[in-house]
């Protein structure tokens, strides 16, 4: 065996040793703080729905812990980081809503479903939406 070969074998294993071993990936942070955080609540409130969360919480711990295909783990946070970044930007959008509400106002586009941030002018106004490119009426008091 050529020295390269033993070389790119060598690097090979080692790709296949960090996806097989059980890192802390995204989602294992977000049960195990949620773990920690419905024990925690429990303790003060003993409401049998969150017992059960707790319980289920676990038991998914322990499956993705015991899971032996690494894809599945990773598909798992993939759509689990996906979620997160879908409810993160809603977020975002009201902090940047509630910064702007002075001199903007946001409105949706009636055809297309987007959110367009207007300036704040009083009266009826028409407005082109910049993605379906109709008009639209907005008031604005
Ligand atoms: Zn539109």
């Given amino acids: 065996m050529k020295f390269i070969d033993k070389f790119n074998e060598y690097f090979k294993n080692k790709e296949q ?16 703080i949620a773990f920690f955080v419905i024990w925690v609540i429990n303790i003060f409130l003993r409401n049998p ?4 969360l707790w319980i289920i919480d676990c038991l998914f711990i ?5 899971l032996k ?15 997160r970044n879908k409810i993160l930007e ?14 903007y106002i946001y409105r949706k586009c009636p055809n ?10 009083k009266g009826k106004h028409v407005c082109t939406c910049p993605r379906c490119k109709k008009d639209f009426d907005v008031k604005c008091n």
């Fill in 17 to 32: 040793k960090n996806i097989n071993n059980n890192k802390m990936d995204e989602l294992y942070k977000f049960l195990f």
């Fill in 49 to 52: 729905i969150l017992l059960a």
């Fill in 62 to 66: 322990i499956y993705r812990a015991m």
């Fill in 69 to 83: 295909n690494p894809y599945k783990r990773q598909n798992q946070n993939m759509k689990y980081l996906a979620i």
């Fill in 90 to 103: 809603k977020f975002k959008l009201q902090i940047r809503k509630w910064k702007d509400r002075k001199s």
């Fill in 112 to 121: 297309c479903k987007a959110e367009i941030r207007l300036p704040r002018k």
